[in-house]
């Protein structure tokens, strides 16, 4: 079994992650080789590191592994189009005929974003039926949608002839054989002398092989971006092969879910974070961050790969640590362009506004006509005095249209202003049952007290830093009581619904919490001798934490 991966050097620990999920699905003990097609100034030490791990991974299992290195001069493809990459190394794919040797018949690529849920033994069996490539389908594959490359010559924009056969090629079955005496590799580059692709090396590929495509099921080639993630997003409708005659994706609703239960190859890609970005920085329409199991299932395996597994755990250490802000940044730019959306539509509204105020005035020019031709004319009077009766008809349905659109100009601003304070109490506040216990004022006065006691400005700034947390608290308070009360905000659930809500309690028995409320008791009843009694209490805290 060969498998081929393609990338640059900091990409390397990922396809690690894509290898060990590979031989933890593997049920046969038959030999594998992987070969890495790579830059050829790739480090001495990260050289190293793969050897390391493939002696390592080797200890693992009973059958042979081989991890090979291909070199290419990365320059040599830096001058092709990238519009949709930040590398060149999409292109050094093409290589694939010659990283291999003559003798091997077969090979699967794969791309670093990708992770293997099954034995691939039930892929490479497949019987591609005399086609160079097997490939899973991209989207809009049907007849009559329009796919084209511009020319960077004088030539015509060349124009996909078989957009019902365009596949992603993340995911590929290759025929070598066939691959080879096709001449694949140089009619790409031949291809890019002449056309700008929009999908780099995807398009390339596509329009040399056109109908030459085996088609395998998605479930080998799974977006979550395009199935989960994109309909959170409300930024495309999604649509299947038994609902539309242009569809999103060509296999029908069925067959969707079908595959979801047996998924063998999932593809963190369209519209959807790598495991390793920070999926917090991504939230939906309703405020909330995307990130499915297939994470943390990328994350488990990362865990326990040999050699990479502590750099990609300080990855995974840095966006834990980090989710909150990144959290915060990215709801404020959802916030920011919903008021943008809100801004242009009370412009519409306005210039709207301003149209019915010219026709009104039209409208008032044409009856002061009206009038004076009347006045001028006696024998017409009748029949002007019925057009000025219609006249003025028109400009009162101005005037009613004029007062409508002012109604709704306000009752956009009240919406607006009512998801404002929805969003601040409902989308921030409200995460879980341990960010609402971490929101009483009785953790809030210990952590504060913690933090103040270990300096002796702490000591003195201590007695001012609970005043302010005691007030905001009221203030807080009496924000969200007035927003229930105004139907502006629904009331919190209790904390028992919350999925979470066994861990918060466990906030409640923390010596941060415990000092708080001691601080609350020993406040309210400061007449009898309530803080000196505080000493005591604090002692009693003490000794039970050293306890535990």
């Known amino acids: 079994m060969n498998i081929v991966f393609a990338c640059s050097g900091e990409y390397i620990k990922f396809v690690s992650v894509v290898i060990m999920s590979i031989l933890n699905y593997k049920q046969t003990n038959d030999e594998i080789d992987f070969t890495i097609i790579t830059s050829n100034d790739l480090s001495e030490e990260l050289k190293h590191k793969i050897k390391l791990f493939e002696s390592e991974i080797q200890k693992q299992y009973i059958y042979k592994i081989k991890i090979s290195l291909f070199y290419v001069n990365e320059n040599d493809y830096n001058k092709y189009s990238n519009h949709f990459i930040k590398h060149?190394?999409?292109?050094?794919?093409?290589?694939?005929?010659?990283?291999?040797?003559?003798?091997?018949?077969?090979?699967?690529?794969?791309?670093?974003?990708?992770?293997?849920?099954?034995?691939?033994?039930?892929?490479?069996?497949?019987?591609?039926?005399?086609?160079?490539?097997?490939?899973?389908?991209?989207?809009?594959?049907?007849?009559?949608?329009?796919?084209?490359?511009?020319?960077?010559?004088?030539?015509?924009?060349?124009?996909?002839?078989?957009p019902e056969f365009y596949s992603n090629d993340d995911v590929m079955l290759i025929d070598l054989d066939s691959w080879r005496s096709r001449g694949i590799e140089a009619k790409c580059l031949s291809m890019l002398q002449a056309y700008e692709p929009v999908f780099a090396e995807q398009d390339i590929l596509n329009a040399v092989l056109g109908n030459d495509i085996f088609e395998i099921s998605a479930k080998w080639n799974f977006w979550i971006g395009g199935h989960f993630v994109l309909p959170r997003l409300g930024k495309s409708k999604i649509s299947f092969g038994d609902e539309s005659l242009q569809p999103y994706w060509k296999y029908t609703r069925q067959e969707f879910e079908d595959m979801k239960n047996d998924l063998k190859i999932v593809h963190f890609t369209h519209h959807c974070r790598k495991p390793w970005e920070d999926s917090y920085s991504q939230i939906d329409k309703q405020f909330r961050y995307i990130q499915?199991?297939?994470?943390?299932?990328?994350?488990?395996?990362?865990?326990?790969?040999?050699?990479?597994?502590?750099?990609?755990?300080?990855?995974?250490?840095?966006?834990?640590?980090?989710?909150?802000?990144?959290?915060?940044?990215?709801?404020?730019?959802?916030?920011?362009?919903?008021?943008k959306y809100w801004l242009e539509e009370q412009n519409k509204y306005k210039k709207f506004s301003e149209e019915i105020k010219s026709k009104l005035e039209i409208s008032e020019n044409n009856n002061k006509i009206l009038q004076e031709t009347i006045n001028s004319n006696e024998?017409?009077?009748?029949?002007?005095?019925?057009?000025?009766?219609?006249?003025?008809?028109?400009?009162?349905?101005?005037?009613?249209?004029?007062?409508?659109?002012?109604?709704?100009?306000k009752k956009l601003q009240l919406q607006e202003k009512q998801k404002i304070i929805k969003f601040k109490f409902d989308k921030i506040i409200d995460h879980s049952a341990k960010d609402r216990i971490c929101n009483h004022l009785s953790y809030q006065l210990g952590q504060a007290a913690l933090v103040n006691s270990k300096t002796l400005l702490g000591w003195i700034r201590m007695p001012f830093v609970f005043s302010y947390l005691r007030d905001k608290h009221?203030?807080?308070?009496?924000?969200?009581?007035?927003?229930?009360?105004?139907?502006?905000?629904?009331?919190?659930?209790?904390?028992?619904?919350?999925?979470?809500?066994?861990?918060?309690?466990?906030?409640?028995?923390?010596?941060s919490y415990q000092l708080g409320q001691a601080l609350i008791k020993a406040h309210s009843s400061w007449y009898k001798g309530g803080y000196f009694k505080l000493i005591f209490e604090i002692i009693k805290l003490k000794k039970q934490r050293n306890k535990v």
């Open 292 to 339: 499915y199991p297939y994470y943390n299932k990328w994350w488990e395996i990362a865990k326990n790969t040999p050699i990479f597994s502590e750099e990609l755990m300080s990855i995974y250490s840095n966006i834990e640590n980090n989710k909150l802000n990144s959290y915060q940044k990215s709801v404020v730019a959802n916030f920011e362009a919903y008021n």
């Open 88 to 162: 060149s190394a999409n292109y050094w794919r093409l290589k694939l005929g010659d990283a291999l040797d003559d003798s091997v018949k077969k090979c699967l690529f794969l791309g670093a974003d990708v992770l293997v849920l099954s034995d691939l033994k039930e892929l490479f069996d497949t019987d591609m039926q005399g086609k160079t490539v097997a490939m899973a389908p991209d989207r809009f594959n049907y007849k009559g949608y329009v796919r084209k490359m511009c020319s960077l010559t004088s030539k015509e924009d060349f124009i996909f002839p078989y």
């Open 379 to 409: 024998k017409q009077r009748e029949i002007l005095e019925i057009a000025k009766l219609k006249q003025e008809h028109v400009l009162n349905e101005c005037k009613i249209k004029e007062i409508e659109l002012d109604i709704s100009i």
């Open 474 to 511: 009221k203030r807080d308070q009496k924000k969200y009581k007035e927003a229930i009360k105004n139907n502006s905000l629904t009331p919190l659930p209790s904390l028992e619904v919350y999925p979470d809500y066994k861990e918060a309690l466990k906030i409640k028995k923390y010596f």
